[in-house]
């Protein structure tokens, strides 16, 4: 039973990723899914969340109209596209389980996965 966060890597100002959380051993139908940021010398802080009942999304305003959060049950994966990044979209990424947004009653962390945005 894990979660799996992945797609992280080196990219240029104004460049794009595409995150992947996936879980394995368990569904992620029946929870909601949250992706996590932590810059080095800063605090852990919530990006962005989908919900597990009817798919409403959730993004902090620093990432608001840039990224995009979705889930595919089928493929259990929930995936952050990142478009327009920048320099202080560096960090690591983690994506976590949760039985609704912002309940913070964790289940399962990925082990994150690093974005670098830099010329």
């Known amino acids: 039973v894990q979660l799996q966060a992945s797609g992280g890597g080196l990219v240029e100002p104004g460049g794009s990723l595409r995150l992947s959380c996936t879980a394995s051993?368990?569904?992620?139908?029946?929870?909601?899914i949250s992706w996590f940021r932590q810059a080095p010398g800063k605090e852990r802080e919530v990006v962005s969340c989908?919900?597990?009942?009817?798919?409403?999304?959730y993004y902090t305003d620093a990432v608001t109209g840039r990224f995009s959060i979705s889930r595919d049950n089928a493929a259990n994966t929930v995936y952050l596209q990142m478009n327009g990044l920048r320099p202080e979209d560096t960090a690591v990424y983690y994506c976590?389980?949760?039985?609704?947004?912002?309940?913070?009653?964790?289940?399962?962390w990925g082990q994150g996965t690093l974005v670098t945005v830099s010329s």
């Open positions: 976590a389980t949760e039985s609704e947004c912002h309940y913070s009653d964790f289940s399962f």
């Open positions: 051993g368990f569904s992620l139908d029946y929870y909601a």
């Open positions: 989908i919900s597990s009942l009817d798919s409403a999304t």
